[in-house]
Nanobody, 125 residues
């Protein structure tokens, strides 16, 4: 059973930085695209960032986080990261990592088959 575990969330002030981590228990991590999504209270789950299976792959970001967030991965550690800089109150949400059904990244929820339990990020103004 695939087991994704996020960590690194917390309560910060606007302008601060956080780095989220997501560890995968499966050997197949290194052959799958990975993504980060978030869900704010009363809203649907929205795409944040994604990348394909290799560490130097093209990345894709939601317009709202472009230039502030960076996705990366370490296949040897079976971990994907989300570096978040210049955080804003509107970034407040539960952040989820997800494993793609293929080696490609994707902006679409349905293209992911396994999800972590989520980590809360709260940004105060």
């Amino acid at each position: 059973q695939v087991h994704l575990v996020e960590s690194g969330g917390g309560l910060v002030q606007a302008g601060a930085s956080l780095r989220l981590s997501c560890g995968d228990s499966e050997r197949s991590f290194s052959s799958r695209g990975m993504g980060w999504f978030r869900q704010a209270p009363g809203k649907g789950r929205e795409f944040v960032a994604t990348m394909a299976w290799w560490s130097g792959s093209r990345t894709d970001y939601a317009d709202s986080v472009k230039g502030r967030f960076t996705i990366s991965r370490d296949n040897a550690k079976k971990t994907v990261y989300l570096e978040m800089n210049d955080l804003k109150p509107e970034d407040t949400a539960v952040y989820y990592c997800a494993r793609s059904r293929t080696g490609s990244g994707s902006t679409t929820v349905r293209d992911y088959d396994y999800w972590g339990q989520g980590t809360q990020v709260t940004v105060s103004s």
